[in-house]
């Protein structure tokens, strides 16, 4: 047996040495240890030899199995080798400095118009703050002071989740609860005031149109302190309009009703396109209605566990939802609202971010 291993071996090694590429390794491999192999013939040998050499015997051909199982994976792992160092020789250098040979890629102007926020509301103090676009009953409505049944809510009809009374949140409004009750206690304790904006992805049960989506942006906004009054409200808010638009713009308040502030407004800007003299873009009214706004309610802040009973006005704030789809529409002249979100690259890729 041991001769017929010797010969087997160098049969193995003559061709293992001839062999080149994967498939041939293949082929070697069957011939040697498939069930029809060389070293399966060898194993039927064994019947033919001695019963007290078969021991040996067979544990000889066990161990020349292993060593040519193990041959084998050497030489797969420096074929791959050889087969990488080649491609990698054979690619062309690379050239960081070539341009692109495709075009770039841009922010979706939602984006861009959410950043440009951030930054101007970062200048002024504000935190910015995220919030799950999956919200309980509770944080979109109750918590808002729209209890269950209350007429408002129809104003507001969006996708119900079979779980859990949870929902898609159709508005940014859903977070107010969660920032009054993180910032609540540094408010208390240091008396650092709360100032958060959250923007968000909202959804509603709309009828599509150019100027309805069921899906879009809003950006929200509270601050609470002492004597926060509506003085600071105008102020904060013209403050950030005039940066948005890049120059001084004049603002309106007119009453609106959302029952989460009270007071509540309608704040208006005056038509940049016609300085209020009446065009087409701004319905011939001179003024462009472009951020909700108000006074939070005495009971959103007890929910938010801002005051308490005994002092309903410890703390006053004022609150705001801006509409992000309606401001990108209007800074980037889109007339069709559904643009943002069809994903058709030619539209968006337009407003390429510098
Ligand atoms: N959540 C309101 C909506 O989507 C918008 C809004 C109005 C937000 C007044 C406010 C506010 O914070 O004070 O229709």
């Not at 420096?78 to 890629?105: H, Q, V």
């Not at 069921?214 to 102020?235: A, P, R």
């Not at 009971?299 to 002092?311: F, R």
Request: charged share 25%; hydrophobic share 35%.
């Amino acid at each position: 047996m041991k001769e017929r291993i010797v010969e087997l071996r160098k049969r193995f090694e003559d061709q293992l040495g001839n062999v080149a590429d994967p498939e041939k390794l293949e082929e070697l491999r069957l011939s040697f240890l498939s069930k029809k192999g060389q070293l399966q013939d060898l194993m039927k040998e064994l019947s033919k030899i001695p019963n007290e050499q078969k021991k040996e015997a067979g544990q000889l051909i066990n161990t020349f199995k292993q060593e040519v199982q193990q041959r084998f994976d050497e030489k797969k792992e420096e074929l791959a080798a050889a087969a990488e160092k080649l491609l990698i020789e054979s690619t062309e250098s690379y050239d960081e400095s070539m341009p692109a040979a495709f075009p770039c890629g841009s922010y979706h102007p939602i984006t861009l118009v959410q950043r440009e926020l951030e930054d101007i509301f970062e200048s002024m103090g504000f935190d910015i703050e995220d919030y799950s676009e999956i919200v309980s009953d509770y944080d979109c409505f109750e918590a808002v002071n729209i209890p269950k049944f209350h007429p408002a809510r129809d104003m507001q009809d969006t996708y119900y989740l079979t779980s859990k009374n949870q929902l898609l949140k159709s508005h940014t409004s859903a977070a107010q609860n969660a920032i009054l009750r993180k910032y609540g206690p540094a408010l208390k304790e240091s008396g650092r005031p709360i100032r958060a904006v959250f923007p968000g992805r909202c959804f509603r049960n709309e009828a599509v149109d150019a100027s309805h989506d069921n899906t879009f942006f809003q950006m929200e906004g509270v601050m609470v302190d002492k004597d926060i009054s509506i003085s600071n409200l105008i102020y904060f808010m013209k403050t950030m309009l005039s940066e948005v638009f890049g120059r001084e713009v004049t603002v309106r308040l007119r009453p609106g009703f959302f029952p989460f502030v009270e007071p509540g407004f309608e704040l208006d800007i005056k038509c940049l396109n016609c300085g209020g003299k009446g065009c087409p873009s701004c319905g011939n009214s001179g003024w462009l209605e472009l951020c909700p706004c108000g006074m939070i309610h005495p009971n959103v802040l007890k929910m938010g566990g801002i005051n308490t009973d005994e002092d309903p006005f410890e703390y006053t704030g004022f609150a705001f939802g801006l509409g992000l789809t309606r401001l990108a529409m209007m800074k980037y002249g889109v007339r069709d609202i559904r643009v943002f979100n069809d994903g058709d690259l030619g539209a968006l890729s337009q407003f390429i971010s510098a």
